[in-house]
């Protein structure tokens, strides 16, 4: 059974307010929780990037619900050896309810500290190698490794959960698809992409758990729906790898200015029709996907966890 999640965007709040969303969401009865990692927002409009790692130690102490990674890079802003010792801390913090979702980056958060960006296949090698030394670290013992991208020498975590989180590989397309079938214990993709699913089957994915997400506007004006949808997050309509190579918010806002209301309004679930946002997570679930997150674009959030806890969550429970 698909299982339902909030989505917290740290491109678009500040730690107290996701803080306070991780609350409503499990008392809207949202069972997990998902949360980005961003050094940059998109765009300035959104106008946040909190710490991931200090997010995810905060959340463990205010709310019981499983957390997500959505997607962590750890291969060149963050060391693979350092993302490992975020991820198993999150872990024990967690009590074992934390799952590390990893993907190949975005020029956007990883070109901070002047390293080259390297094209997707390159991407794909290094992250393939950053998996397998975060998992050698979990055992919590003695790690060296002389690889074609990561050196670690004599590295040990000494604090490590009773069993290693689960690595969820993200992909968008066949290659990175078949790559998350390979070498992730799971896989994450945005859209409910059937021939995408299919690669990662077949890559060797055949029983591993499959996760999603979308991002809706809820409001009782459906129009200030798609305005503020439009306004914060055009960037989901940007076709291709713009998301992927583009390495500023002020890029982004230049892309940005050839999405249109009329393809957000087509694209993303706005205002309060109940069967709108049902059946945009409902095809989710139809696809075979076992955790559907959904995030809130905008500061309606009352009002969306209110609809979602009367009215969408039994619909797509029902």
Known sequence: MTSFGYFLSCE???PDQLLRQARLAADAGFTRLAISDHFHPWTNAQGSSPFV???????SQTVELPVTTLVTCPTVRMHPAVTAQAAATSSVLLGGRFTLGVGTGEALNEHVLGD???????????LEEAVEVMRELFTGRDVSHRGRHYTVDNARLYTVPEAPPAVMVSGFGPKAAALAGRIGDGFVTMGPD???????REAGGAGKPVVGGLKVCWDQDRDVAVETAHRMWPTEQLPGELNQILPTPAHFEQASELVTREQVADSVPCGPDVEEHVDAVRAYVKAGFDEVYVGQIGQGQEEFFTAYREKVLPALRG
């Open 116 to 126: 080259r960006w390297p094209a997707f296949d390159e991407r794909a090698d290094m």
């Open 12 to 14: 678009e709040f500040t």
């Open 53 to 59: 790692w200090s997010m995810i130690g905060a959340l």
């Open 194 to 200: 059937e021939e995408a699913l299919a690669s990662f």
